[in-house]
């Protein structure tokens, strides 16, 4: 089990920055589009149509990585002062009533979508410049599958605190500002003691 955590978490981190460049990108679109309109005069016809498919993409692709690093919004004012185990049985009931069905509704449903989509060569209509969207809808078979992999990584991790008490949790991709200055101010004043 405790194999798989590291692998599903991988995988997640992998896909969720490698789509994080999207970013770049959205930006780099936009700021041409905002020069173009207001500089030139010459608006673009692609550019909504881009934002929102990066934005989708990156959208859709990060899911699996939040849920790994535990970035899910959740309303947990009484959940967080449970003990260890009864988060983990409450977190396993609800994955398995509630995410799996829905990942998994995700993954069929989208992949009969995305395949009529591709089938006719879907365009986008929210623009002029006819861009290709139907690759786009092939993120949600994607996003579907990678929350998928990932959440069994978090139904074992369930089953692991369950049985020892303790969370395992996934290496931290991303620290806060705050805790490196914390961090900081520590190892400054142990160095100047």
Known sequence: MVAYIAFADRVSAWFGKSFGWLILLMTLCTAYEVV????FNAPTPWAFDVS?????ALFMMGGAWALSQNGHVRGDFAYRSWPPRRQAA???VLYL???FPGVLAL????WKYAA????YGEVSVNSPAGVPI????????AAGTLLAIQGLAQIFRCILCLRTGRWMTAEAEVK????????AARKTAGDAK
């Open 176 to 183: 806060e500002t705050e805790d490196l200055l914390i961090e």
């Open 97 to 99: 009533t509630f995410f």
């Open 52 to 56: 929102y498919i990066c934005y989708g």
């Open 107 to 110: 993954v069929f449903v989208g």
């Open 90 to 92: 409450v977190d396993l």
């Open 116 to 119: 009529r989509s591709w089938g």
């Open 36 to 39: 173009a309109r207001y500089v």
């Open 134 to 141: 139907y690759q786009l809808k092939m993120v949600m078979v």
